[in-house]
């Protein structure tokens, strides 16, 4: 029988506390739309991966420590190394494996609690678009400056007072001007780069915003309004790979963490990954990587 996958398989949690409570978190917030908190405060008894899930709420995480976690987004698996800052927005498909020891700080918000500051706020924080790099990393004095800010912020979130909730929307206001001075940064860096390298950069975001529903080349090329051959001669000639062969390893990359982190079996992972039927995601497993899906996961 064929089965795509759709949307509506993939769970999606509205706002943080749903989240919580499907990882295992004892903590609601008592303020709506809006909770910070210490990684480290999870607790060891939060579930130790999840599968694919999308989420109505922006979220914001300062990682002080990663050791052996694996985020994956939008099927990419994301980049830890140094001192990086990264964003979820609503509707980005995330996954993740947790290091037990990870430390840092999570504020979640719903676009609600912003409304009345910044109606229109992916026009005033443009990073927080879907179709922006999603990781940024930090220097030291950045990093050592944001943490302070959660820490003050977690701080007044923890002592409840009349005042409370407008003085969090002012400091999270202050925190995203922040994370938007860092952004222009990085922005200023990539102005430099020629048409080929921005076509790469593209390309290589709209795999991570579209990786779930299309493999197609040509739907990528329409996106960026060029030629399906021009796209491929352009990537070839960067990174010395078809555009298909970077779409075909980034799905090899998402088997791989769904079949070593995720309780899902064969079939549930072909399936996620959009293959029409299990044998085709066996084949494809195969062909990629020498082995089949069955070995690997015994590996």
């Given at each position: ?183 222009e940064r990085h922005k200023t860096t990539e102005n430099h780069l020629s048409r080929a390298q921005v076509i790469a950069n593209q390309f290589e975001a709209l795999v991570d915003k579209m990786y779930v529903d299309t493999k197609n080349v040509g739907d ?16 070839k000639r960067l990174t010395g790979k078809s555009a298909k062969d970077i779409i075909q390893e980034r799905l090899l990359m998402e088997s791989k963490s769904l079949l070593k982190y995720s309780g899902l079996d064969i079939a549930e992972i072909a399936y ?28």
């Amino acid at each position: 029988m064929e089965k795509n996958l759709s949307k509506a398989d993939i769970p999606v949690f509205e706002n943080p506390h749903d989240h919580h409570e499907a990882i295992g978190f004892a903590h609601k917030s008592h303020i709506p739309n809006f909770d910070v908190f210490q990684i480290e405060d999870m607790g060891p008894s939060i579930r130790s991966c999840m599968p694919p899930y999308r989420q109505g709420f922006f979220q914001i995480g300062l990682l002080n420590y990663t050791g052996e976690s694996k985020f994956n987004l939008n099927t990419h698996l994301l980049d830890f190394d140094g001192l990086p800052l990264w964003f979820v927005v609503p509707g980005q498909v995330v996954s993740w494996f947790r290091d037990k020891n990870i430390s840092g700080f999570f504020v979640m918000f719903r676009r609600e609690f912003l409304i009345n500051s910044f109606p229109d706020l992916t026009h005033d924080f443009p990073f927080l678009k879907m179709t922006e790099n999603s990781v940024m990393m930090l220097t030291k004095e950045e990093h050592e400056s944001l943490n302070l800010d959660m820490e003050r912020m977690h701080s007044v979130f923890k002592n409840p007072h009349p005042y409370q909730e407008r003085m969090l929307e002012g400091m999270l206001g202050s925190l995203l001007f922040f994370c938007k001075a860092i952004y222009e940064r990085h922005k200023t860096t990539e102005n430099h780069l020629s048409r080929a390298q921005v076509i790469a950069n593209q390309f290589e975001a709209l795999v991570d915003k579209m990786y779930v529903d299309t493999k197609n080349v040509g739907d990528y090329a329409e996106e960026l309004n060029i030629t399906p051959n021009y796209l491929t001669t352009t990537i070839k000639r960067l990174t010395g790979k078809s555009a298909k062969d970077i779409i075909q390893e980034r799905l090899l990359m998402e088997s791989k963490s769904l079949l070593k982190y995720s309780g899902l079996d064969i079939a549930e992972i072909a399936y996620r990954l959009n293959f029409q039927e299990p044998t085709h995601f066996t084949r494809f497993f195969k062909n990629m990587s020498g082995t089949t899906p069955n070995k690997f996961r015994k590996m």
